[in-house]
Each structure stands twice: as structure tokens, then as C-alpha cells.
């Protein structure tokens, strides 16, 4: 069982920055890969970036440039630094774990980029 709690997100103007972080509770954290997932009003729940248990990172071409997700094994913490922010990042955005057949997800933890 594996219990992940976001926090950092709030109210930010456009060209700011966030940096969100994921903490994760449970056994065998550096073997999970780490998800950053991103739900806006109305539209389907999109992945944002993904971090292997190895450390390679992959990111949404929406997100490619601006987004740096890392993850620290020893603090068992998952952290997603976002630069230069626009309205269309304003999302709900959530921590995944999987290791399957295992799948976590954290609560969610809300970004609004505006002015």
C-alpha cells in the first residue's frame, strides 16, 4: 500500500512559477514509477510527465521545455518544478505510483495561472 500527498499548488500570474511536490508513504517507493496527471474543466485527464524507477523522464509536448518532474528516493518524494505557466496549465493536477499490477493516486492538489 503506498499513500502519496500532493501539496504545493495555488494561484500563480502567467510566466510564474510552482514547483509541486508528491510524498509517499509506504515500502519500495524506488521501485514505482512517478506520474504527474493534470485534469482541467470539462476536458479528460491527461499525463503531464513520467519519471522511471531508473530516472528517465518523458514529458507532454505541451509541457516540454517549461516542466521538470525528479524525485528524491532518500525523502521518498516525487516533485514537479513548472516554469513559465500559462492559463491552459490552470488543472487539477495529481501523483501517480505504479508498479504493476499496483496504481496510486493522491488527492490532487489545485494550479490556477491567471491574472
Known amino acids: 500500500q503506498v499513500q502519496l500527498v500532493e501539496s504545493g499548488g495555488g494561484v500563480v500570474q502567467p510566466g510564474g512559477s510552482l514547483r509541486l511536490s508528491c510524498a509517499a508513504s509506504?515500502?519500495?517507493?524506488?521501485?514505482?514509477?512517478m506520474r504527474w496527471y493534470r485534469q482541467a474543466p470539462g476536458k479528460q485527464r491527461e499525463v503531464v510527465a513520467t519519471i522511471t524507477s531508473g530516472g528517465s523522464t518523458y514529458y507532454a509536448d505541451s509541457v516540454q521545455g517549461r516542466f521538470t518532474i525528479s524525485r528524491d528516493n532518500a525523502q521518498n518524494t516525487v516533485y514537479l518544478q513548472m516554469n513559465s505557466l500559462k492559463p491552459e496549465d490552470t488543472a487539477v493536477y495529481s501523483c501517480?505510483?505504479?508498479?504493476?499490477?499496483?496504481?496510486?493516486w493522491g488527492q490532487g492538489t489545485q494550479v490556477t495561472v491567471s491574472s
Open positions: 501517480n505510483a505504479n508498479l504493476w499490477p499496483y496504481d496510486y
Open positions: 509506504g515500502r519500495l517507493f524506488t521501485l514505482y514509477a
